[in-house]
């Protein structure tokens, strides 16, 4: 079996085609030095590489090189990856010796499934509304009724008038997310990222701080149970207001681990609903600012 190539956002099980296949893990410094990086960004990612590296021991290989092709040089035999999302990425996979490049994972869509809607469109528009609708229908997300007379769940495709309440004044006042807990593989990052910065090989802004996200699927899965459990029944009347004193009101934050490929979002749509949900509270019109 065929070493599996894993970039930073491709951390999840979902792409390896076994469980105990070997992996290659490059921490590339020059990626992180092409354009000024968030000190917590740079910290979420090599943290979740490590950890990685770490949940898979004597099955991964971790090589911290300079650049991705010294580092797939180090590596050695043949490899394969799942097509990586940047451009960049994916030509220099494509590029290398030795390197077989498969189809995308960690999307609900495939390039060619995408492909082929485009192109029946025909002159018609191409709009994420009707993509949307196609992908609901295709993957069975929130559909109801018999196979052959499947609708859109609730009789409506679209709800977002009604989803744009202003914010109660006290607050949705939900559970908190649950914390993440640091380890040694973090202190380690932070006494790493400390060093780049003094060296001036990696120029970070912002300011360092406690990490706040997933880089774990242990702690991924938790977070996306938290959420379906205490914070989704909440989210859609007031899910584009915003208030000063609550930076998250019912939103779920689960976008940096479905960006470090710890989630599927076809797995987070899927997720059972919780079993009761609390009456949606209703609340006098008044201004209100909105993300938009």
């Given at each position: 079996?065929?070493?599996?190539?894993?970039?930073?956002?491709?951390?999840?099980?979902?792409?390896?085609?076994?469980?105990?296949?070997?992996?290659?893990?490059?921490?590339?410094?020059?990626?992180?030095?092409?354009?000024?990086?968030?000190?917590?960004?740079?910290?979420?990612?090599?943290?979740?590489?490590?950890?990685?590296?770490?949940?898979?021991?004597?099955?991964?290989?971790?090589?911290?090189?300079?650049?991705?092709?010294?580092?797939?040089?180090?590596?050695?035999?043949?490899?394969?990856?799942?097509?990586?999302?940047?451009?960049?990425?994916?030509?220099?996979?494509?590029?290398?010796?030795?390197?077989?490049?498969?189809?995308?994972?960690?999307?609900?869509?495939?390039?060619?499934?995408?492909?082929?809607?485009?192109?029946?469109?025909?002159?018609?528009?191409?709009?994420?509304?009707?993509?949307?609708?196609?992908?609901?229908?295709?993957?069975g997300?929130?559909?109801?009724?018999?196979?052959?007379?499947?609708?859109?769940?609730?009789?409506?495709?679209?709800?977002?008038?009604?989803?744009?309440?202003?914010?109660?004044?006290?607050?949705?006042?939900?559970?908190s997310?649950?914390a993440?807990?640091?380890?040694?593989?973090?202190?380690?990052?932070?006494?790493?990222?400390?060093?780049?910065q003094?060296?001036?090989?990696?120029?970070?802004?912002?300011?360092?701080?406690?990490?706040?996200?997933?880089?774990?699927r242990?702690?991924?899965?938790?977070?996306?149970?938290?959420?379906?459990?205490?914070?989704?029944?909440?989210?859609?009347?007031q899910?584009?207001?915003?208030?000063?004193?609550?930076?998250?009101?019912?939103?779920?934050?689960?976008?940096?681990?479905?960006?470090?490929?710890?989630?599927?979002?076809?797995?987070?749509?899927?997720?059972?609903?919780?079993?009761?949900?609390?009456?949606?509270?209703?609340?006098?019109?008044?201004?209100?600012?909105?993300?938009?």
């Open positions: 079996m065929n070493r599996r190539w894993l970039f930073a956002d491709q951390l999840g099980p979902h792409f390896l085609d076994q469980a105990d296949q070997p992996v290659l893990l490059v921490e590339s410094r020059r990626a992180f030095a092409r354009r000024p990086v968030h000190r917590r960004r740079a910290h979420l990612v090599l943290s979740a590489l490590r950890h990685r590296a770490a949940e898979l021991g004597d099955q991964a290989l971790l090589v911290q090189a300079d650049t991705y092709r010294e580092g797939r040089a180090k590596a050695g035999g043949e490899l394969t990856v799942c097509a990586p999302t940047s451009w960049a990425a994916r030509r220099l996979a494509e590029a290398l010796p030795g390197v077989t490049v498969l189809p995308a994972r960690g999307f609900g869509t495939g390039e060619q499934e995408f492909a082929d809607w485009a192109a029946g469109r025909g002159r018609r528009r191409l709009v994420l509304e009707d993509f949307y609708r196609d992908a609901r229908q295709r993957l997300i929130l559909m109801d009724g018999p196979e052959n007379e499947r609708g859109p769940a609730g009789g409506r495709w679209n709800f977002d008038a009604d989803n744009r309440e202003p914010p109660p004044a006290d607050g949705l006042r939900l559970k997310r649950p993440v807990t640091e380890d040694e593989v973090d202190a380690h990052v932070r006494r790493d990222l400390d060093a780049w003094r060296s001036g090989d990696v120029r970070l802004t912002g300011e360092d701080g406690p990490r706040e996200f997933p880089v774990t242990a702690e991924a899965l938790a977070a996306l149970r938290a959420f379906v459990r205490d914070r989704l029944p909440a989210f859609g009347p899910q584009d207001a915003m208030l000063a004193a609550d930076p998250e009101m019912a939103h779920s934050l689960l976008s940096p681990a479905l960006n470090l490929g710890l989630l599927d979002p076809v797995e987070c749509a899927q997720r059972p609903k919780p079993p009761t949900a609390p009456a949606r509270r209703r609340w006098p019109a008044r201004k209100a600012s909105s993300a938009s």
